[in-house]
């Protein structure tokens, strides 16, 4: 068994230098007949992602008009000695991990039309779901459905402008994931074109290997062209609530107590949480919390013995647009008392269901008119045991990341019994653990600050990592990057035999997600390619 994995692992010692090979291989692209279009400009779309932190150019940018042309591009990718393919859903990747350098990256944005609802109308809309391209964005789902239909997906991510693809590579986490998972564990089948160029359907009952495999499988298997994903009712309105703490393990407790209440209709129905510094700053300070620009934090309601770093208690409750506003307040006036924040230093306002999943692309538009959206994102996303959560706040918060890191600092309880170990996603161990923690550390760097400055941020995550093992603590990257064979089992740990052996089955050449760099392509030999 270890002869047979370490075929697939990467070769550290050598790299492949395609440079010869790219005048047969680009022949080869033009002889492919599809029904979309093959473009060999390749400058900025598929040469970086957001992050804005690797550049690599790709041979070809392949536009397809439908699976067919994925199981096309596949097979004739097969037929090289060298060629790999990237599926880029909306580039949001950070670490280059939907590029294929000299490769073949596959724009799914071009497959974006699917999205069919199928709702049984007279019932509970428990059987409601809506079966959609893996190239189409959440935000263009989230209006067909609630428009047209009432019905929403029941997980989200907090920003909407990703695929359905890209996040059911990954897990797809936001303030609903407490109670109904993240989005892996919200579709019931999706439509996989595999490394070997097969269109399959999986399911739980159906393929389900493969089905298990791809969810949260980082593209290794195949590549993501449908999804079925089930519905809800959608609410009208959100009260959105802030509330502010000092102290860490106060914030924890109160959190993990909230998630603890998962029951619809007697608890709230996100719940999300980040650290801010304890001063003016209006980029990482007190004016990062209120709602509204008429609300006003009072920094005389924070105790003078409050450390350099406070935390944030985000929470929403959905409710009609024709509750009593009387009696919505009392509501949350009761769900609110049993928590210990700092009484003066609550904000809330209603909003509309879609205002308040969309509110990110506010942040959106103002960064890319203020030019922050297109300058580089060293962003780090971290897994956090319980068991090590208050440590992780001592040695990051409160030490390292004391001063801020240009954007949110988000920390926020989640339920493993809620993640279906059954798929390719990894956890911390935690002893076994319900609750673990999400931490997402999301820089927004200004483009005049230069290169170096990013350097620094990358230097600083680095940073983190490394006193987090020192430390001994128990956690697992989101959104993974690691450059190293160690790395990658030490990452996917019991799982990684289990990935080893789907990606042999699966992906037997090593063809897709090279820029994951977990494994390397395997090259034929007599290839006359």
């Known amino acids: 068994m270890i002869a047979f994995m370490e075929r697939f692992l990467p070769a550290n010692d050598t790299e492949v230098n395609p440079e010869d090979e790219d005048t047969t291989n680009r022949s080869l692209c033009l002889s492919l007949e599809l029904q979309g279009s093959v473009d060999f400009i390749c400058t900025g779309l598929a040469c970086k992602d957001f992050g804005g932190i690797y550049y690599k150019k790709p041979l070809a940018i392949i536009k397809p008009a439908g699976p067919e042309d994925v199981v096309r591009v596949i097979k004739a990718a097969s037929l090289s000695s060298n060629l790999t393919v990237a599926a880029r859903g909306n580039g949001h990747s950070i670490r280059g991990q939907a590029m294929a350098d000299r490769g073949l990256v596959i724009d799914m944005r071009s497959m974006d039309t699917l999205i069919h609802v199928v709702a049984t109308y007279g019932s509970t809309a428990s059987a409601a779901y809506v079966d959609v391209g893996g190239g189409v964005l959440w935000e263009d789902l989230l209006r067909r459905c609630v428009l047209g239909f009432g019905l929403a997906p029941r997980s989200w991510t907090d920003y909407l402008g990703l695929t359905v693809g890209g996040t059911l590579s990954n897990a797809g986490v936001s303030g609903q994931a407490f109670r109904y ?39 290794q298997f195949g590549i993501i062209t449908r999804a079925r994903i089930l519905l809800q009712k959608a609410p009208d309105m959100i009260r959105w609530i802030r509330v502010v703490y000092t102290e860490f393990e106060e914030f924890a407790k109160d959190a993990e107590r909230l998630v603890s209440q998962d029951l619809e209709g007697e608890s709230f129905d996100y719940v999300e949480g ?6 003016d700053d209006p980029v990482n300070g007190w004016p990062t919390v209120p709602l509204l620009l008429d609300q006003r934090f009072d920094p005389t309601s924070i105790p003078p013995n409050a450390g350099p770093v406070l935390y944030c208690l985000e929470l929403a409750l959905h409710h009609h647009i024709h509750d009593s506003s009387t009696t919505l307040d009392k509501v949350v006036g009761q769900m609110l008392r049993p928590l210990r924040y700092c009484r003066n230093l609550r904000f809330e ?50 030490n390292i990341l004391r001063d801020g890191i240009g954007g949110p600092m988000l920390v926020y309880p989640l339920r493993r019994s809620k993640w279906d170990i059954r798929t390719s996603e ?5 002893g076994g653990e319900e609750i673990f ?63 080893v052996e789907r990606k042999a089955y699966f992906d037997p050449l090593a063809l897709l997600s090279p820029g994951q760099s977990i494994f390397s392509r395997i090259r034929q030999q007599g290839s006359s390619l």
Request: aromatic content about 12%; proline content about 4%; charged content about 25%.
């Open 181 to 219: 998972g993240p989005q892996t564990s919200n579709v019931t089948e999706l439509e996989v074109v595999t490394g070997k160029g097969e269109i399959l359907v999986c399911s739980e009952n159906q393929n389900p290997e493969l089905f298990f495999s791809v969810l949260g499988g980082l593209g």
């Open 274 to 279: 980040f650290a801010f510094v304890n001063s």
């Open 349 to 398: 306002v209603s909003v509309t269901y879609m205002e308040f999943l969309l509110r990110v692309k506010q942040v959106e538009e103002a960064a890319k008119a203020s030019g922050i959206w297109d300058a580089p994102h060293p962003w780090l996303n971290l897994f956090v045991s319980k068991r090590d959560i208050v440590d992780f706040d001592r040695i990051v918060f409160k």
């Open 426 to 430: 990894v956890l911390p161990e935690g």
């Open 437 to 499: 923690y999400l931490i997402a550390l999301l820089r927004f760097n200004q483009s005049e600050r230069g290169r170096a400055v990013v350097e620094e941020d990358v230097a600083q995550n680095e940073e983190i990592l490394r006193s987090c093992r020192e430390n001994g603590l128990d956690l697992k990257q989101y959104l993974p990057h690691y450059t190293t064979k160690d790395e990658w089992k030490r990452h996917f740990g019991k799982k990684w035999s289990r990935f």
